[in-house]
């Protein structure tokens, strides 16, 4: 059984930063592409941020220049850099991740159960 627990969210004010870590675990035979959605109060899920196993990445327009994606192959983990948090990033962040089973064939897409970011005014 495959498992992504992310960590990190918490309270910030309006321009502070915040990390987000999640960390894959379980049977896993290979990792492709993983990443960060979020769902804002009364809000549909919203891609944030993705990244394949080789490092190439993909930015939602709102955070370019503000969020850093990275992802430590070795450890099956990906990371949020937040900077300059404004209270319109306010929202359950959710941690994906496209992952093969061992002794399956096809890499489907896992999630972790999100951590909530609150950015304060």
């Known amino acids: 059984q495959v498992q992504l627990v992310e960590s990190g969210g918490g309270l910030v004010q309006a321009g502070g930063s915040l990390r987000l870590s999640c960390a894959a675990s379980?049977?896993?035979?290979?990792?492709?592409?993983m990443g960060w959605y979020r769902q804002a109060p009364g809000k549909q899920r919203e891609l944030v941020a993705t990244?394949?196993?080789?490092?190439?990445?993909y930015y939602r327009y709102s955070v370019r220049g503000r969020f850093t994606i990275s992802r430590d192959n070795a450890k099956n983990t990906v990371f949020l850099q937040m900077n300059s948090l404004k209270p319109e990033d306010t929202a359950v962040y959710y941690c994906?991740?496209?992952?093969?089973?061992?002794?399956?064939?096809?890499?489907?897409?896992?999630w972790g159960k999100g951590t909530l970011v609150t950015v304060s005014s």
């Open positions: 379980g049977s896993i035979f290979s990792i492709n592409a």
């Open positions: 994906y991740g496209a992952i093969r089973e061992r002794f399956t064939t096809v890499a489907l897409d896992r």
């Open positions: 990244i394949t196993s080789a490092g190439n990445t």
